[in-house]
């Protein structure tokens, strides 16, 4: 049986729009719903019996060690295939690597009229070709297919990486150029979606994508939008594309938002009564529910042997401490409540610097007027939680937990926040926000989606551990 070997190459770096998007990452490092490009084509090309290998190459430094990887004089195929090109069809890729093992001279399986994938009859044959594979400019034998999208050009890539829609389990997203259609079997979440863009004041309609066509039947219900093609900022945040100076472009239009927010006035009691079910309420509500699983024993074990915490309840205390001593009885002005969007949290606004353009997608919901109105403050620990809690590293994957020397455990997470938090920070004071608040309830909102994420227990791990960090602020910040 003839083997496999491919080599993946991610030499190709992407062009100036694109790094908008991506930052200094190549194309391979590029993430799409939670992982890697390189690791998602390594998925697929594994899946392949006949693949003995997969050898990287990233530029010069690599060819000797790909040469050394190839077994000369053996008979093989040699497939090389470039990073730049995205998959558009996961099983015809499938069948292309399968036919690699009856090919006894050089192919190429070509996108756009470039070559997305070469084939090589040996190793021989591949050393051979390598300066030309190199540049680009290999062309074997032509083989027909649909598998490919060539993600240099940026309308593709953003057609790619956008049309990744990463709905929670019980939401589909389809759609085409122009539209996207959002299905639900929960009717209500749906319908209060829909409804919450008509019941907005008219000058918050502006933010919104408007969703339009509403249906239902017995499976469900659902709606279309325009299709923006724009980056949600989450996606460009991860890769380090957004620089201070852009964050302070976006947070003027998020304060803006925040800014014309309708308000009414709310008696102290019933200012309060909400804030203590979204921040109190909710919290107490979702532990219960993290107690249902095996793993909750487990974080406690953990948290003892690695922290000064006997457990989950412990953190939870603490935190229900500092909430009485920095939001309870009369600390906090309770008295206006505002029009909330609900989760304004970096993956629900798309934006493009170019245009100067900011959409918000994916409002919590509501069936009535009075459903729109929460805390003033909700929507400012949201956006706090993607901004300082670095919220979207956890979901690409972009953290680590250490043992350290002392054996306590730390987190560590791929990126410098400081320079974001401390703009944050100034446009929260200027617009009369206390910044310690907005943390305290951010904590809250960490501890409050640990059983929603249980599919990941690493991940809730590190959503307890920042939890901690952030309640660790919050104390010297009282101290200050």
């Not at 190199?134 to 032509?142: N, P």
């Not at 804030?275 to 793993?295: F, P, Q």
């Not at 791929?414 to 004071?429: I, K």
Request: overall charge negative; aromatic content about 14%.
């Amino acid at each position: 049986m003839k083997q496999i070997y491919v080599i993946y190459d991610d030499s190709k770096m992407p062009g100036k729009e694109i790094r908008t998007i991506t930052g200094d990452k190549s194309f391979g490092e590029t993430i799409f719903k939670r992982v890697t490009l390189k690791d998602r084509m390594f998925a697929e090309i594994e899946k392949i019996r006949q693949v003995a290998a997969i050898l990287t190459y990233r530029g010069k430094g690599d060819e000797a060690a790909i040469f050394d990887g190839l077994p000369l004089g053996e008979d093989v195929t040699v497939i090389h295939l470039y990073s730049n090109f995205g998959l558009a069809d996961t099983a015809g890729f499938g069948i292309l690597l399968k036919k690699a093992e009856y090919m006894n001279e050089a192919y190429t399986a070509f996108c756009d009229g470039k070559p997305a994938m070469s084939f090589l009859e040996s190793a021989e044959a591949y050393k051979k070709a390598f300066p030309a594979l190199i540049a680009g400019e290999y062309e074997g034998e032509k083989v027909e297919n649909h598998v490919f999208m060539d993600l240099s050009v940026r309308a593709n890539f953003l057609t790619f990486i956008t049309g990744g829609f990463d709905a929670r389990f019980f939401n589909a997203l389809a759609g085409d150029e122009y539209t996207v259609t959002k299905r639900s079997t929960k009717k209500e979440k749906i319908k209060a979606e829909y409804e919450f863009y008509y019941l907005l004041p008219d000058a918050m309609k502006m933010w919104f994508v408007m969703p339009y066509d509403y249906k239902e039947d017995e499976n469900g219900a659902s709606y279309t939008m325009e299709r923006f093609h724009m980056t949600d900022i989450a996606i460009r945040f991860v890769h380090g594309a957004v620089s201070v100076d852009e964050l302070k472009d976006i947070l003027d239009k998020l304060f803006y938002f925040i800014g014309l927010r309708a308000t009414k006035p709310v008696d102290a009691d019933g200012g309060r009564k909400i804030a203590d079910e979204l921040y109190i309420g909710k919290l107490e509500d979702r532990m219960e529910e993290l107690k249902k699983y095996k793993e909750y024993e487990q974080f406690d074990r953990m948290l003892a042997m690695g922290t000064a915490y006997a457990g989950i309840q412990e953190v939870v205390e603490r935190y229900k401490s500092l909430y009485q001593k920095l939001a309870g009885g009369n600390r906090r002005n309770y008295h206006e409540l505002a029009v909330g969007h609900g989760d304004l949290c970096f993956s629900n606004i798309l934006y493009s610097r170019e245009a100067e353009i900011l959409k918000l997608i994916d409002p919590k919901g509501a069936v009535r007027e009075e459903e729109l109105y929460t805390d003033p403050y909700y929507d400012l620990a949201k956006l706090s939680h993607s901004i300082c809690g670095c919220y979207d590293f956890f979901n690409s994957g972009l953290y680590e937990i250490s043992i350290k020397r002392d054996l306590k455990l730390e987190l560590s997470i791929d990126m410098d926040a400081e320079p974001y938090v401390e703009v944050f920070r100034e446009y929260l004071a200027k617009n009369g926000f206390d910044y310690a608040l907005v943390r305290l309830y951010e904590a809250s909102l960490f501890l409050s989606m640990l059983p929603y994420h249980m599919d990941q227990p690493g991940k809730v791990f590190g959503f307890l551990l920042n939890a901690v960090r952030i309640l660790d602020e919050v104390e010297a910040c009282t101290k200050d």
